[in-house]
């Protein structure tokens, strides 16, 4: 039986188009993310995170026989890093994301908390 | 993990999250100054794709694992890593693969020995060279201040446009236009020599000056911006005056200017946004540091035997910076200068401000005679500050209601809020003078 954990994954999608930023701007909104996420860091919110990079895989049929270069999805469909934040439940979890740069961007972030599975 | 384990240089410190004001923006510069040179002018564009994707790089990753101990070698370490995969997926560019190489391996491992003193200076060339290039006589002029704020000083499209006034489409196919005429002219990239050089030279310094001037100008575009040009004019002009070939006495007259404008940029507005004259500006909020750099500039100017505009101009602002207050400025001197000026600018804007130092010198009478003796007014008549000008000599000579006409007329022409809330104030002095 899975437990809840007090963990939270924020999944980033989208957000600024770099290919059109200058260079002001890329580092303006660097600076968005540096106090969006020293926030969570001063309050003891933030446990983990890391961007992705555009390269990479994706297998699929059996045994994963099947490789194709992606993800390559819609550029506001992939997943461009993820946090996890710690929270007390759901609620919490999405008012601390509100404050998240990416919306300014038009960008998403999906807020999923991480279950744990006893004994695993 | 936050402290990312993605990139070894990564300083894992958390709370150093900050960096340098316009890093990006300068890094972008330099990069693209030294790519291009490896890579080739005519291949520009691929050069500022390179620098691009580094920074951009650099924005995810920083943002999560914080800022490296040495941004600059980071972002060049990403960068030569995307200009080798960038060339080996062209097959002629294969032979520029070693040329990368033996760049960035002549400068890995040296970046605080007295190695890194002789990379830095490799850098300056590079982008001496870069302004050098960007102001080849094959360009459009308008191209080449485009291109310098592109190439050197990393704006986006967006930014030049908004500079200039007009819109990013347009720009941006000012400067596809411009690499183009770099492709088919093949200019090179490099500092000419001989009596090339000379004439260059000026065209460098005209290319800075007018940076700055759209900087300077009062009426239009984004105050954020303005100042930025000016910031950029005054770096740009610092490394030509440090490098020999551009340590001239008219590169010191033309720095000693911009920083003796510059030191009295922010006092030109109060806090509401509202234009200031001159004489309401308060002089104590004068940048002193700014002043002295612009006076040792001014000394070293008058090395040798050639008075250029520039050399006037500085010392116009010179006289406005070490005057106590505006009625105690020696305007003699001031007019003085002016007449030099006008006998070889004959910019009617010139005139005019020689108008306003005969006012001070004789009176608003002969300040009037002035601003009708300027030979091509016409072309100033849509340009407010002709009616400002003409209206405050009538003021001063107690002419209220043809100075409130001037005012009125001033005030449709003038581009911004702060001008027209300016005007709005003299014209109600006027009115009030009337009444009373």
Request: proline share 4%; aromatic share 6%; with cysteine.
């Amino acid at each position: 039986m899975a437990q809840q954990t007090n963990d939270f994954l924020y999944l980033f999608r989208g957000g600024a188009d770099p290919k059109q930023m200058s260079p002001e701007q890329m580092q303006q909104n660097m600076n968005r993310w540096f106090a969006w996420m020293g926030e969570l860091r001063t309050k003891g919110k933030l446990k983990a995170g890391e961007p992705l990079g555009d390269e990479g895989k994706v297998l699929s049929a059996k045994k994963g026989a099947v490789v194709t270069d992606g993800p390559f999805v819609e550029g506001k469909e992939e997943v461009g890093g993820y946090l996890i934040v710690a929270a007390k439940d759901l609620n919490e979890a999405v008012e601390l994301a509100k404050g998240c740069p990416i919306f300014e961007n038009n960008g998403t972030v999906e807020v999923r908390p991480i279950e744990h599975i006893p004994g695993l | 993990m936050v402290n990312s384990s993605t990139h070894p240089d990564a300083a894992v410190q958390p709370d150093v999250i900050q960096v340098v004001d316009h890093l990006f923006r300068h890094e972008a510069g330099k990069m693209v100054a030294t790519l291009t040179r490896i890579l080739g002018f005519e291949n520009l564009h691929l050069a500022e794709d390179v620098v691009q994707d580094a920074l951009l790089k650099a924005m995810q990753n920083w943002a999560f694992g914080g800022v490296p101990r040495n941004p600059s070698a980071w972002l060049m370490q990403v960068a030569r890593n995307q200009a080798l995969d960038a060339v080996r997926r062209q097959q002629n560019f294969r032979s520029k693969e070693t040329d990368i190489t033996a760049f960035f391996e002549h400068r890995s491992g040296t970046q605080s020995g007295p190695e890194s003193v002789h990379f830095d200076d490799e850098i300056r060339d590079d982008q001496l060279r870069m302004m050098f290039a960007c102001c080849h006589p094959d360009l459009a002029r308008e191209s080449q201040v485009a291109l310098t704020l592109k190439t050197l000083c990393g704006f986006g499209e967006e930014e030049i446009a908004a500079a200039f006034l007009t819109s990013t489409a347009a720009m941006a196919k000012r400067l596809v236009r411009a690499r183009q005429s770099i492709r088919e002219a093949g200019i090179p990239l490099e500092i000419p020599a001989g009596s090339e050089l000379s004439r260059r030279l000026d065209a460098v310094l005209q290319t800075l000056y007018l940076l700055f001037n759209e900087g300077y100008k009062a009426s239009r575009g984004d105050e954020l911006i303005r100042q930025d040009l000016c910031d950029e004019a005054i770096r740009l002009t610092t490394l030509l005056v440090e490098h020999p070939t551009g340590n001239r006495p008219k590169t010191h007259a033309l720095l000693s200017l911009m920083l003796l404008s510059g030191a009295r940029l922010s006092t030109r507005v109060d806090a509401e946004g509202n234009l200031l004259l001159l004489a309401e500006q308060d002089r104590s909020r004068w940048d002193r540091a700014m002043i002295q750099r612009g006076l040792a500039h001014l000394n070293r100017s008058a090395a040798g035997e050639e008075i250029s505009e520039f050399h006037l101009q500085a010392g116009i602002a010179y006289c406005h910076c070490t005057a106590a207050s505006y009625e105690t400025t020696d305007w003699q001197r001031i007019l003085t200068l002016y007449d030099i000026l006008v006998e070889t600018n004959s910019s009617p804007v010139v005139a005019l401000n020689r108008a306003v130092a005969i006012s001070r010198v004789r009176g608003p009478e002969a300040g009037l005679r002035a601003v009708e003796l300027i030979s091509d007014r016409a072309t100033l008549e849509p340009y407010y500050l002709l009616h400002a000008v003409v209206a405050q000599f009538h003021f001063d000579l107690g002419n209220y209601g043809e100075a409130a006409k001037h005012f009125q007329r001033a005030q449709t022409l003038a581009g911004v809020r702060s001008e027209q809330e300016f005007l709005a104030n003299r014209l109600r002095s006027c009115r009030e003078k009337q009444a009373g």
